[in-house]
């Protein structure tokens, strides 16, 4: 949700939610005491975040307003998310922080911004669609991705975090190739389709050929585009950038925040027994470094 602070001196309760302020407004002049003890202040910028861990209480002192999208997270999930992953229990501990910045949060609040000051046009993309989309990825018999040019470093960077999940995927940037592959694809099939214009003629007939075979498509993209009317999970990245520029990093940012959201879901609905395989892979990858 988004929330505009007044001016002045502001208390929030205690929430049984990890809570995630996420300033999109104006910079603003603010101070803050955690559980009437620790004092943090400094001038927040656009894509700042403030962390306040479960059950602690904050009281906020700033000028002028404020604007921020809230974000909660389960301690729960985040426990889950660390057990799956063979973290350590410390690494699962949410801490207080002020004004920080992560590329990947900050590109998704930015998206869920979008979303919201669009009216949802296309479908909530953080609730429904993410939802159903790991529900696909869970399930699927083999999962291949495909993206053209720029889109396809994205499709294998999402493709190298289900390889690591023990997920049976590929990932194709040659059109001929993707053509080929989807036509050969069927019932318990899933497509991950990356494109950030969604207009590339060789993804569009690849996914129809994906689509006629009886799998599903899950579209990375922008939502007024006939990938996106096409798929049969759209996941949204309204980002309109000129295609001239040679790298558009917003979009493939929000495309890789997206494709991490999508490995952390589908390990979770997966359940503990791919911890395993993860702790496997990671011990390989250990072996392989020099000591010392």
Request: neutral net charge; charged residues 20%; proline residues 5%.
């Amino acid at each position: 949700m988004s929330v505009t602070c007044p001016i002045g001196e502001l208390e929030t309760p205690q929430d049984s939610h990890h809570v995630l302020y996420f300033h999109v407004g104006q910079p603003v002049q603010l101070t803050c005491r955690l559980n009437g003890r620790e004092r943090h202040g400094g001038i927040h910028h656009a894509g700042d975040l403030c962390v306040l861990p479960a059950g602690v209480r904050c009281q906020w002192d700033m000028e002028p307003r404020a604007d921020s999208l809230v974000l909660r997270l389960s301690p729960l999930l985040v426990t889950e998310t660390a057990q799956t992953l063979r973290l350590k229990s410390t690494h699962a501990r949410i801490a207080p922080a002020m004004r920080v910045r992560d590329p990947h949060l900050e590109y998704i609040g930015w998206l869920l911004r979008a979303e919201r000051e669009a009216g949802y046009p296309y479908g909530r993309l953080f609730v429904d669609s993410v939802a159903a989309a790991i529900a696909l990825l869970a399930d699927a018999r083999r999962i291949e991705f495909y993206g053209a040019g720029g889109s396809g470093i994205a499709a294998l960077d999402v493709q190298h975090k289900f390889f690591k999940l023990g997920v049976p995927s590929v990932a194709y940037s040659d059109p001929h190739t993707y053509t080929t592959s989807a036509a050969l694809l069927g019932a318990g099939d899933v497509v991950v389709a990356i494109s950030n214009t969604g207009r590339t003629r060789d993804i569009l007939d690849a996914v129809k050929s994906a689509l006629d075979g009886g799998a599903k498509v899950i579209a990375i993209t922008h939502g007024n585009s006939p990938l996106a009317r096409m798929a049969s999970v759209g996941l949204f990245a309204n980002v309109d950038e000129d295609t001239d520029i040679f790298s558009p990093m917003t979009s493939r940012v929000s495309h890789l925040a997206i494709g991490d959201i999508l490995a952390v879901g589908v390990a979770l609905a997966r359940g503990p027994q791919f911890a395993e395989r993860l702790a496997e892979a990671k011990d390989v990858l250990d072996r392989r470094r020099v000591k010392n």
